[in-house]
């Protein structure tokens, strides 16, 4: 039934709001034609006039009042609809797609310019806590029977996987042709089977025992006895396209995906060591990495380090590590500047007391405290309802939206136990969260410390999470004006009607004198 419904709103949906476009110039139409019919009148006498006018009976004007509130309805019901799906409303939208070039063409550049921020704003970033989809995506679903991961995050996470284990010549080599149609599936059992009969024709391929390390094997141990094959098979591969990459284009290629899979290989058994307690060899692993391949960003291995780190409690290295990537030049996440909040809070909040500091007021260290929640909140306002608990986690998906309500489920979903193993931060946290909006009144103008904050992060965010999670919406939207516009005569109308029948009946009733 919700399927056919769906299918129903889809083919009338276009056509009602292409109607609903063009209803103003309809209504100019027909205002030009009501005009121009009661031109004659003006021909009428005062006395004339008045006569036609005495001649209307209360039922017009019940009618009249009655067919006004109807259409006023409609346009409300009509905005609230449109309000609720898109976030915006019908009316302005129309006005300004298709008054404001008519009025003022010269926008168009600002436009354009506004496009191409927000399109930079909206870009999705892999998340490099990402769960395994065999071992821990799939068992939610067998568990609740609902789905982690959308489409469009699954869809992301194809075209990444091409990007990264795919190169020009793979059609090649059999195995590796094979893996070429298996990344672009996506159907999962395809996309397993594929990869099953890459990995029979031949057992060193990597990218085969990538994936269904990653999709087909249902426990953490399986998985990590599969990445470790793929680890041989990758480091091999890569010596063997590095004495080569200099012999032109395509062994350059093959070169850079052989790498890119040796860095993806050893990134993930590090996440396996961490999975399984095994943190410090998960951060031997990260810190190699990163030392020897220092060049390669994509996968934020930092970001893996400084949560492994936090979980021994290496508060000092995590501070090190902190100095490097918090820098001006390059781009921020919700990890960093949590993180950064939560080792200032850790030098105060065991001693912090909300009733003396408001007494005595704040000391430097404090004051340093603060202001470093209040950065955090900023960049990231959803993570600190997740970390206080106020509103339920579920599963991270497999990209994020940076500053958006993904990436807050994405850090606390990881760094809650670090919060929680530091007495008094979240107190800290509780008592100075709320503060930020204060500095930032309205966040999708000005900032006070980064850019003003993204408009779109609503909507990617709901194509990132699946449908039973509600997507919080910051700041908090007000009413268009037109809905409140329309609401307002359906009302008085309403009201209008309402006195004119207790009028026309009392009328009705009321004893005639002689």
Sequence with gaps: MAGVWKSFTDRVGPLFTWISTYLWIIWFILLTVLVYTIRPLKALSSMNLAMFLNTLTPKFYV?????????????????WWYFRKYGTSF???????????????????????????????????????????????????????????TYYDMNQSAQDHQTLFTCDSDSTRPADDIMLRAWRERNPQNRIKAA?????????????AVLLGEEELTTILEAEKMFRH??????????????????????????????????????????IMRKLGRTKEAVKIMRDLIKEFPMV????????????LLEMQLYADVQALLAKYDDISLPKSATI???????????????????IASKRGLTTAEMNAVEAIHRAVEFNPHVPKYLLEMKGLILPPEHILKRGDSEGIAYSFFHLPHWKRVEGALQLLHCTWEGTFRMIPYPLEKGHLFYPYPSCTESVDR????????????????????????ARPCTLTGHHRSNLHTSCTLAVYQPVHV
Excluded at 297 to 308: C, D, G, K, R, T
């Design 63 to 79: 009618a009249l009042t009655g067919t006004s509130s109807l259409i006023s309805g409609l346009i409300l019901i009509f905005e």
């Design 297 to 308: 960003s994509m996968f934020q291995i930092h970001e893996n380090l400084i949560e492994a």
């Design 337 to 355: 500047c949590y993180t950064a909040a939560l080792l200032k809070a850790r030098a105060v909040c065991d001693k912090f007391s909300p009733e």
């Design 196 to 208: 099953r009969e890459a990995y029979e024709l031949n057992a060193e391929c990597a990218t085969a």
């Design 91 to 149: 009316i302005e939208q129309v006005s300004l797609n298709h008054l404001s070039p008519w009025l003022g063409g010269s926008e168009n550049g600002n436009n354009n310019s506004n496009n191409q921020q927000t399109t930079s704003e909206c870009k999705t970033w892999r998340n490099p806590l990402n769960l395994f989809r065999g071992s821990e995506y799939n068992r939610y679903t067998w568990a609740t029977g609902k789905d982690p991961l």
């Design 463 to 486: 194509e990132l999470l699946p449908s039973f999670h509600e997507v919080p919406v910051y700041p908090k939207k007000e009413l268009p004006f037109f809905i409140l516009f329309s």
């Design 230 to 271: 793929a680890l041989k098979a990758a480091e091999t591969n890569h010596k063997k396209s590095q004495a080569l990459q200099h012999h032109g284009p395509t062994q350059e290629k093959i070169h850079r995906r052989d790498l890119n899979t040796l860095v993806y290989v050893k990134r993930r058994l590090a996440m």
